[in-house]
Protein backbone atom coordinates (compact mmCIF):
# COMPACT_ATOMS: atom_id res chain seq x y z
CA UNK A 1 0.00 0.00 0.00
CA UNK A 2 1.12 3.60 -0.87
CA UNK A 3 2.48 5.83 2.11
CA UNK A 4 3.51 9.36 1.84
CA UNK A 5 7.02 9.80 3.49
CA UNK A 6 9.01 12.51 4.65
CA UNK A 7 12.78 12.32 4.36
CA UNK A 8 15.83 14.17 4.65
CA UNK A 9 20.03 14.10 4.99
CA UNK A 10 21.88 13.96 8.24
CA UNK A 11 21.44 18.23 8.48
CA UNK A 12 18.26 18.51 7.43
CA UNK A 13 19.49 20.77 4.84
CA UNK A 14 17.65 18.59 1.95
CA UNK A 15 14.50 17.59 2.18
CA UNK A 16 11.74 15.50 0.25
CA UNK A 17 8.61 13.26 0.09
CA UNK A 18 8.02 10.30 -1.62
CA UNK A 19 4.76 8.10 -2.70
CA UNK A 20 6.37 4.37 -1.31
CA UNK A 21 4.80 0.68 -0.98
CA UNK A 22 7.95 -0.51 0.86
CA UNK A 23 5.84 -3.54 1.36
CA UNK A 24 6.40 -4.30 -2.09
CA UNK A 25 10.17 -4.65 -1.75
CA UNK A 26 13.39 -2.66 -1.43
CA UNK A 27 16.77 -3.51 -2.70
CA UNK A 28 19.79 -3.68 -2.40
CA UNK A 29 23.43 -3.30 -5.02
CA UNK A 30 26.74 -4.58 -4.95
CA UNK A 31 28.48 -1.73 -6.74
CA UNK A 32 31.41 -0.08 -5.72
CA UNK A 33 29.62 3.01 -4.56
CA UNK A 34 26.07 1.36 -2.98
CA UNK A 35 28.17 -1.12 -1.58
CA UNK A 36 30.41 1.93 0.38
CA UNK A 37 27.31 3.81 0.95
CA UNK A 38 25.50 0.82 2.04
CA UNK A 39 22.44 1.97 -0.08
CA UNK A 40 19.26 0.19 1.09
CA UNK A 41 16.60 1.95 -1.67
CA UNK A 42 13.11 1.87 -2.30
CA UNK A 43 12.19 2.58 -6.11
CA UNK A 44 9.92 5.69 -7.07
CA UNK A 45 8.94 7.26 -10.26
CA UNK A 46 9.02 10.83 -10.89
CA UNK A 47 5.40 11.49 -9.81
CA UNK A 48 5.96 9.79 -6.67
CA UNK A 49 8.43 11.82 -5.50
CA UNK A 50 9.13 16.04 -4.58
CA UNK A 51 11.93 17.69 -3.34
CA UNK A 52 11.19 20.27 -1.00
CA UNK A 53 14.02 22.08 -0.16
CA UNK A 54 17.82 21.88 -0.54
CA UNK A 55 18.24 21.88 -4.74
CA UNK A 56 20.59 23.84 -4.06
CA UNK A 57 22.57 22.13 -1.12
CA UNK A 58 22.68 18.56 -3.54
CA UNK A 59 26.09 17.70 -5.36
CA UNK A 60 25.53 15.45 -8.21
CA UNK A 61 28.14 12.39 -8.79
CA UNK A 62 28.16 10.22 -11.31
CA UNK A 63 30.65 7.46 -11.38
CA UNK A 64 33.26 6.16 -13.49
CA UNK A 65 31.54 4.66 -16.81
CA UNK A 66 27.99 5.37 -15.65
CA UNK A 67 25.60 7.64 -17.40
CA UNK A 68 22.72 6.68 -16.08
CA UNK A 69 22.80 7.11 -12.26
CA UNK A 70 22.84 10.55 -10.49
CA UNK A 71 24.22 9.62 -7.27
CA UNK A 72 22.86 13.07 -4.98
CA UNK A 73 24.92 14.07 -2.20
CA UNK A 74 24.43 17.08 0.90
CA UNK A 75 27.00 19.23 -0.03
CA UNK A 76 27.28 20.03 4.08
CA UNK A 77 26.71 16.57 5.77
CA UNK A 78 27.59 14.19 2.63
CA UNK A 79 24.40 11.82 3.30
CA UNK A 80 22.55 10.19 0.00
CA UNK A 81 19.10 10.40 0.62
CA UNK A 82 18.09 9.85 -2.78
CA UNK A 83 19.91 8.97 -6.37
CA UNK A 84 17.51 8.96 -9.36
CA UNK A 85 18.34 6.94 -12.71
CA UNK A 86 17.42 7.71 -16.18
CA UNK A 87 17.20 4.17 -18.36
CA UNK A 88 15.93 5.43 -21.69
CA UNK A 89 17.80 2.28 -23.50
CA UNK A 90 16.40 -0.18 -20.97
CA UNK A 91 13.42 0.46 -18.92
CA UNK A 92 12.63 3.70 -20.78
CA UNK A 93 11.69 6.06 -17.85
CA UNK A 94 13.51 7.91 -14.63
CA UNK A 95 13.14 6.68 -11.35
CA UNK A 96 14.42 7.68 -8.01
CA UNK A 97 16.25 5.11 -5.26
CA UNK A 98 15.27 6.13 -1.95
CA UNK A 99 17.51 5.95 1.03
CA UNK A 100 15.28 3.87 3.30
CA UNK A 101 17.27 5.03 6.63
CA UNK A 102 16.79 8.70 5.53
CA UNK A 103 12.62 7.97 6.06
CA UNK A 104 11.33 9.37 8.68
CA UNK A 105 8.76 7.21 10.77
CA UNK A 106 9.36 4.14 9.08
CA UNK A 107 8.21 1.76 10.56
CA UNK A 108 11.09 -1.05 11.34
CA UNK A 109 9.07 -4.10 11.57
CA UNK A 110 7.05 -2.93 8.11
CA UNK A 111 11.20 -2.55 6.48
CA UNK A 112 12.76 -5.69 7.56
CA UNK A 113 9.57 -7.93 6.57
CA UNK A 114 9.49 -5.90 3.11
CA UNK A 115 11.30 -8.73 0.55
CA UNK A 116 14.82 -7.64 -0.59
CA UNK A 117 15.97 -7.96 -4.06
CA UNK A 118 19.68 -7.94 -4.52
CA UNK A 119 21.15 -6.31 -7.97
CA UNK A 120 24.63 -7.39 -9.33
CA UNK A 121 25.38 -4.28 -10.28
CA UNK A 122 29.60 -4.91 -9.50
CA UNK A 123 29.41 -7.35 -12.66
CA UNK A 124 27.13 -5.21 -14.88
CA UNK A 125 24.29 -7.82 -14.36
CA UNK A 126 21.53 -6.46 -12.94
CA UNK A 127 18.80 -9.13 -13.69
CA UNK A 128 20.84 -11.28 -11.36
CA UNK A 129 21.41 -11.72 -7.77
CA UNK A 130 25.57 -11.62 -6.57
CA UNK A 131 26.83 -14.93 -5.48
CA UNK A 132 27.36 -13.17 -1.89
CA UNK A 133 25.06 -10.75 -0.36
CA UNK A 134 25.95 -11.04 3.31
CA UNK A 135 27.79 -7.73 3.59
CA UNK A 136 24.72 -5.86 1.65
Avoid at 13 to 23: Q, T, Y
Avoid at 68 to 75: G, R
Avoid at 110 to 132: C, H, Q, R
Amino acid sequence: MLKTYTGSCHCGAVRFEADLDISAGTGKCNCTICTKMRLWSANAFPQAFRLLAGENDLTDYRGRGNSVAHHQFCKHCGVRAFEWVDMPNMSGSKYYNINVMCLDGVDIDELVSAPVTYYDGLNDNWDESPAETRHL
